[in-house]
């Protein structure tokens, strides 16, 4: 079947993890029943999965393992089992095989009517698994349109919340340094807590007896602030941030020049801008969930 | 971290019921996977208990990965994301009271992010946020990273859940058209 996009915007945000419990399980219900469906949340996942290339390993205890390894049924101390032989498997008539007995031709007919309604129980069972589908996105997605017994209640819950406040993790802001969007050449990373940047230098070569130098352009300063010069090493890591407030480093567009060997003599740009991007939010800090 | 190659090798060999093969998945992704799963769930013994039941589903469901639709540690840390949220999503709706005190969540890694490897696809697709506004930005990254719901993120952003809703989709759609997809 062709999917609207409401059903593109339901498997999207089932991949992105929004929905509640319910539309879950609606969604759930319909990858069940549709394949095709199943194929379209399953490209979002993908899609979107890239975005935990930013998140940080932490090692869970190794409990953990020996908990899993009891569960799926085995253990390193287990001695080998001795499986007795596999019975063998039963023979199978090969589906060309010669019929046995002469052939009853009447069968024949009276088994091609029977396939023909299996056939059309097969098309009416699809219809009814599109139906669902369509209905349970309706659901989901304009209740209103649905008779009054169809629509999903509304449910009000109470909830209470906790007080617990973990040791947050700090935002994670990155910004792609590029002349177009096909070729970053350098990725500026800042720490939303301690506004270290790093610069990795991904693309861009100096030319010879040439250095690139980073700068911080903001409305809010009368001109491009240098951050120093990039690129000699793979990483550039520094503090100078730290003397900027937060909505000036958020704000800001980063811009990359070609200047001298060493950076401006002058503390101002003196060559042509090469590169440049604004930061985004990567990572946000693992606050609290707002409860409703 | 083993390359994508290595871990679809694996995997083929844990959906053949390979034991040793499974220990080396697990571990050379757990740390991911927990990283994934303790943002989302904020507390440590929930995080173990949902990395738990997702490599238990990983071992039983590794014939049905498919490298041409997937990455393997995409497909794998979206089991054990698709079980926290899970997790998440159904203990704001039923009372929390009797929950075990929360335990110290570590803080992120050592591992800066600056040092991470970024893949084509992970450029292009920061690239397509970096397009949508700044709040449509935090609101998808939020809603990915930290697993909020559109409930919370109307909570956050102060606006009504319908327009949320609204807001959320039509970020997909433009990341989706801006991905030429």
């Not at chain 1, 052939?103 to 009276?110: A, G, L």
Request: aromatic letters at 6%.
């Amino acid at each position: 079947m062709a999917y609207s996009e409401d059903h593109i915007a339901l498997a999207a945000e089932y991949a992105l993890g929004t929905l509640d419990a319910d539309k879950r399980a609606q969604v759930e219900t319909m990858m069940s029943v549709d394949k095709d469906f199943t194929a379209i949340v399953e490209a979002w996942q993908q899609r979107l999965g890239v975005l935990n290339q930013m998140v940080g390993p932490i090692e869970p205890k190794p409990e953990v393992w020996d908990r899993i390894k009891a569960a799926i049924g085995h253990s390193e101390t287990q001695s080998p089992l001795l499986l007795p032989d596999a019975p063998p498997p039963e023979p199978v008539a090969p589906a060309d095989a010669p019929p046995a007995a002469p052939v009853d031709t009447s069968n024949v007919v009276r088994l091609s009517a029977q396939a023909r309604r299996w056939r059309n129980v097969a098309t009416f069972t699809a219809a009814i698994a599109a139906a669902l589908v369509a209905m349970i996105a309706t659901q989901l997605y304009a209740p209103d349109r649905l008779p009054d017994g169809l629509r999903p209640k509304v449910r009000t819950q109470v909830v209470e919340v906790k007080t617990e406040v973990p040791p947050t993790p700090s935002a994670q802001y990155v910004a792609l340094l590029q002349k177009d969007s096909a070729s970053p050449a350098f990725i500026l990373t800042v720490d939303g807590t301690t506004r270290n940047f790093t610069v990795r230098r991904v693309g861009a070569t100096p030319e010879r007896g040439k250095s690139f130098e980073l700068w911080l352009v903001s409305e809010k300063l009368q001109r491009p602030r240098s951050l120093g010069v990039i690129g000699g090493d793979d990483f550039t890591t520094r503090p100078v941030l730290e003397s900027y407030d937060p909505d000036t480093v958020n704000e800001a567009t980063y811009a990359v020049t070609i200047e001298p060997e060493g950076g401006s003599p002058t503390g101002v740009a003196t060559g042509p801008i090469v590169f440049t991007g604004k930061l985004i939010e990567a990572v946000p800090p693992a606050a609290p969930a707002p409860a409703r | 971290m083993l390359t994508p190659a290595e871990l679809v090798w694996l995997l083929a060999a844990v959906a053949k019921g390979d034991e040793a093969a499974f220990e080396r998945l697990y571990a050379a992704t757990r740390a991911k996977l927990f990283g994934v799963v303790l943002r989302i769930l904020r507390r440590q013994d929930l995080a173990e208990e949902v990395i738990q039941e997702a490599y238990v589903k990983i071992w039983n469901s590794a014939g049905q990965f498919n490298p041409g639709l997937s990455s393997p540690i995409t497909w794998m840390a979206s089991i054990a994301r698709n079980r926290a949220i899970d997790v998440v999503r159904k203990r704001t709706e039923v009372s929390i009271e009797e929950e075990p005190s929360a335990m110290e969540v570590a803080a992120d890694s050592p591992d800066p992010l600056a040092r991470r490897e970024m893949t084509e696809e992970l450029k292009r697709m920061l690239e397509c946020v970096g397009r949508l506004e700044p709040d449509r930005q935090k609101l998808v990254l939020l809603a990915y990273y930290n697993g909020w719901s559109r409930e919370q993120l109307a909570a956050k952003f102060e606006t009504p859940v319908n327009t949320v809703k609204t807001w959320l989709r039509r970020s997909m759609m433009d990341i989706r058209e801006c991905l030429g997809l």
